[in-house]
């Protein structure tokens, strides 16, 4: 994939949501209702498809939160993930954020390495987040899905990554 032929932007009002991508990362309809339309989200286009996504909902004053972030099965592996990460956090700067959240699995090890690697620190444990939300129990990786670690990134120092950016936005609100 080159990544020229990608394109970043904000959904546009009224534009349907890519439910599809989006149960990649979250598999349940009705928790992904309860965030999304507070959410700011973002595309990536390629070829007229949208081959990613990810949503930024701000729960806290300074400190947004990547609720959803997903990247379509035949682009997996080619950094794309990456890439809407760091427009992410480059958005959260833009916008005077001071620290940049994002949730995961226990079972997720895949990525729980992307997030450290990127410079997400884990911050907190949200004990049977899992067991409580969902109806049916998760399991991957062959391991039970109960738990969701919060990590976070220091967005005023440490951040180690900028982007050329994409299409720029209104402030998150
Ligand atoms: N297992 C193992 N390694 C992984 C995984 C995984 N599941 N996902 C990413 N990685 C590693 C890659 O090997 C790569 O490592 P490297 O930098 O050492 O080469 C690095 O993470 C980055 O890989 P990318 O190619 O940028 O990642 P990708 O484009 O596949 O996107 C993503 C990662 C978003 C997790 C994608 O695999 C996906 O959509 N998965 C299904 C949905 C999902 O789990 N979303 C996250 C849920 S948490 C949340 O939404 C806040």
Redesign the pocket.
Known sequence: MQKTDVTIRAIAPGEELPMELLL???PSPEMIASYIYQARVYVAEKDERLIGVYALTLTEPGRPE??????AED??????????LRHAIERARENGAERLL???GNS????L??YQ?MGFEITAIRKNYFVQHYPAPLTENGIPCRHMLMLEMELGTGAAFRTAGGPDISPIT
């Open positions: 990649l990362a979250d990547i609720r959803n972030l997903a990247v682009f997996q592996g080619q950094g794309l993930g990456k890439l809407l994002i949730g995961t997720s090890v895949g990525q390495y992307l690697k």
